[in-house]
């Protein structure tokens, strides 16, 4: 029983031995995956590769967008707390013009030119930020920053501040308080 153990054992070494470097050598000229990551890119920005040099390229981009995503969170952090240091001063007042979640609204540029379709916080966030962030995608012959403001809860309640430009087509970066 053991010697026919044996045999089997040496048997399937030997077989192992015998194809190990065909396994390798087709896992050498096996294509690339198509996507690498779970995460979904938006529509026109998915990049499919072939070869090494285009899967790095492919990473950069994908790593460029999880740098800009990141800095909106930041960005979307800082004006949610500049809006609650504004109520803390103010006696749990908001700012002026903040609209309701039925109409969502962007908050306006510094530098806008006509500020009668976004929210002006300028004054409002003048003592607790130095400048409005704008998003990186935002267009600039718009006027908005491309970060959108409403009140949950018809007026009373939370401010929710939202990026509308993400890069990845499921991301949602938004913050209440």
Do not use: W
């Amino acid at each position: 029983m053991i010697i026919s153990r044996l045999r089997a054992l040496v048997v399937s070494l030997s077989l192992l031995a015998l194809f190990a470097p065909v396994a390798a050598l087709a896992r050498e000229r096996a294509p690339l995956p198509v996507q690498v990551s779970s995460r979904r890119l938006a529509p026109g920005q998915a990049k499919r590769y072939q070869s090494r040099k285009d899967r790095s390229s492919y990473l950069k981009l994908r790593d460029e967008y999880s740098m800009r995503n990141d800095r909106r969170r930041n960005e979307v952090r800082s004006l949610v707390n500049a809006i609650f240091s504004y109520r803390l001063d103010n006696n749990y007042d908001l700012p002026p013009g903040i609209p309701d979640h039925d109409d969502p609204r962007e908050i306006c540029r510094p530098d806008a030119v006509s500020k009668t379709s976004c929210v002006d916080l300028t004054s409002a966030f003048d003592p607790y930020m130095e400048k409005i962030p704008v998003d990186p995608l935002a267009p600039a012959d718009q006027n908005g920053t491309g970060y959108v403001i409403y009140l949950q809860l018809n007026g009373r309640g939370k401010v929710t501040v939202e990026a509308k430009y993400t890069e990845e087509l499921l991301a949602v970066i938004k913050q209440s308080r």
